[in-house]
């Protein structure tokens, strides 16, 4: 990724324009800020350098360099090119607003049904969550998590409601949800209602995991993916993962890896719920009692066999 300005500098000094201060910095977050002056810095000699550097070189995620340089775009401060991004000429641009006429000016175009549906929501959230006095910063947001996530204006508003209900309503977590519901399958309201009854239901599980192990800790990521395919892909409810955790009664300090074994090899068997397991158990049970029944026949069979007694030794020994 490279940046590009048409005029070079070669002194130490990185100019800032005085229009970007009084038109653009108050409605930017503070990473965008940040961002935009490294940018310019970068600028001054062309510098090659990708969104991964320059997220250590900023410490903070490649997601926020990726939604920072969204909101960048649409201040009209950068534009993408085929090389990177370039750096907008403020000046330039001033001058053409103020002595071009536009032949189809901005605030005037005619928006489409979906554009005026995602702007009405924006309004709504601005309303509802912060009181009439959003920030720019978070339109723009609200617009690039449109973009990417494609969510139904419904699902955008419960976004909101989401984390306001949790005291986190700040850019991090919102887009944290986002990604979550977004790999979740979710688009639409109702997509939505299943998928957070399917999360309520997970959290719960998980929670009855620990406290039957006694972990006095929570779980890792790793573990989390053991129980996730437990319950989306085999399908398994708690009284099944219930009965794994019995079988760890004789073992010291039982891992969750354990029950993974015992559970990953029931899936192999065809075993889908308990009930398929105490079939399976009294099936074992019945084989095992057929088995020592068989074996005591074959033993008693020997034992009473009849011996033959010889009273006429002499004659015997005769025929030898």
């Given at each position: 990724m490279k940046f590009i300005q048409k005029n070079k500098m070669e002194l130490c000094d990185t100019p800032v324009a005085d229009l970007f201060i009084l038109n653009n910095m108050v409605s930017l977050e503070a990473i965008d800020i940040k961002l935009y002056l490294y940018m310019l810095y970068l600028s001054k000699n062309g510098t090659e350098i990708d969104k991964t550097n320059i997220a250590k070189k900023l410490c903070v995620t490649e997601q926020e360099i990726n939604f920072a340089l969204d909101r960048l775009q649409a201040e009209e401060l950068i534009i993408k090119s085929s090389q990177g991004f370039i750096i907008t000429d403020l000046k330039e641009m001033e001058v053409n607003k103020t002595y071009i006429p536009k032949l189809e000016p901005k605030i005037n175009r005619v928006q489409s049904e979906l554009e005026r549906k995602r702007i009405a929501a924006a309004e709504a959230i601005n309303e509802s969550f912060f009181q009439g006095i959003m920030s720019l910063g978070w339109y723009t947001d609200i617009g690039t998590l449109f973009k990417n996530y494609n969510f139904s204006e419904e699902v955008m508003i419960a976004l909101f409601h989401y984390c306001q209900e949790r005291n986190a309503l700040n850019k991090k977590y919102v887009y944290a949800v986002a990604e979550n519901w977004y790999n979740g399958g979710v688009k639409t309201f109702e997509q939505l209602e299943e998928f957070l009854e399917s999360y309520e239901c997970l959290q719960k599980i998980k929670q009855k995991i620990?406290?039957?192990?006694?972990?006095?800790?929570?779980?890792?990521?790793?573990?989390?993916?053991?129980?996730?395919?437990?319950?989306?892909?085999?399908?398994?409810?708690?009284?099944?993962?219930?009965?794994?955790?019995?079988?760890?009664?004789?073992?010291?300090?039982?891992?969750?890896?354990?029950?993974?074994?015992?559970?990953?090899?029931?899936?192999?068997?065809?075993?889908?719920?308990?009930?398929?397991?105490?079939?399976?158990?009294?099936?074992?049970?019945?084989?095992?009692?057929?088995?020592?029944?068989?074996?005591?026949?074959?033993?008693?069979?020997?034992?009473?066999?009849?011996?033959?007694?010889?009273?006429?030794?002499?004659?015997?020994?005769?025929?030898?």
């Amino acid at each position: 990724m490279k940046f590009i300005q048409k005029n070079k500098m070669e002194l130490c000094d990185t100019p800032v324009a005085d229009l970007f201060i009084l038109n653009n910095m108050v409605s930017l977050e503070a990473i965008d800020i940040k961002l935009y002056l490294y940018m310019l810095y970068l600028s001054k000699n062309g510098t090659e350098i990708d969104k991964t550097n320059i997220a250590k070189k900023l410490c903070v995620t490649e997601q926020e360099i990726n939604f920072a340089l969204d909101r960048l775009q649409a201040e009209e401060l950068i534009i993408k090119s085929s090389q990177g991004f370039i750096i907008t000429d403020l000046k330039e641009m001033e001058v053409n607003k103020t002595y071009i006429p536009k032949l189809e000016p901005k605030i005037n175009r005619v928006q489409s049904e979906l554009e005026r549906k995602r702007i009405a929501a924006a309004e709504a959230i601005n309303e509802s969550f912060f009181q009439g006095i959003m920030s720019l910063g978070w339109y723009t947001d609200i617009g690039t998590l449109f973009k990417n996530y494609n969510f139904s204006e419904e699902v955008m508003i419960a976004l909101f409601h989401y984390c306001q209900e949790r005291n986190a309503l700040n850019k991090k977590y919102v887009y944290a949800v986002a990604e979550n519901w977004y790999n979740g399958g979710v688009k639409t309201f109702e997509q939505l209602e299943e998928f957070l009854e399917s999360y309520e239901c997970l959290q719960k599980i998980k929670q009855k995991i620990v406290k039957a192990l006694r972990l006095n800790r929570n779980i890792t990521k790793y573990e989390e993916q053991y129980i996730n395919t437990w319950v989306k892909e085999y399908n398994y409810d708690f009284a099944m993962i219930e009965e794994a955790l019995k079988r760890t009664v004789t073992i010291a300090n039982p891992t969750i890896s354990y029950i993974n074994g015992i559970l990953s090899n029931w899936h192999k068997k065809g075993y889908k719920n308990v009930k398929d397991l105490d079939n399976a158990t009294k099936a074992a049970e019945e084989s095992s009692k057929q088995y020592v029944k068989n074996t005591v026949k074959e033993k008693n069979k020997f034992q009473n066999y009849e011996q033959r007694n010889y009273t006429d030794l002499e004659s015997f020994y005769d025929n030898v």
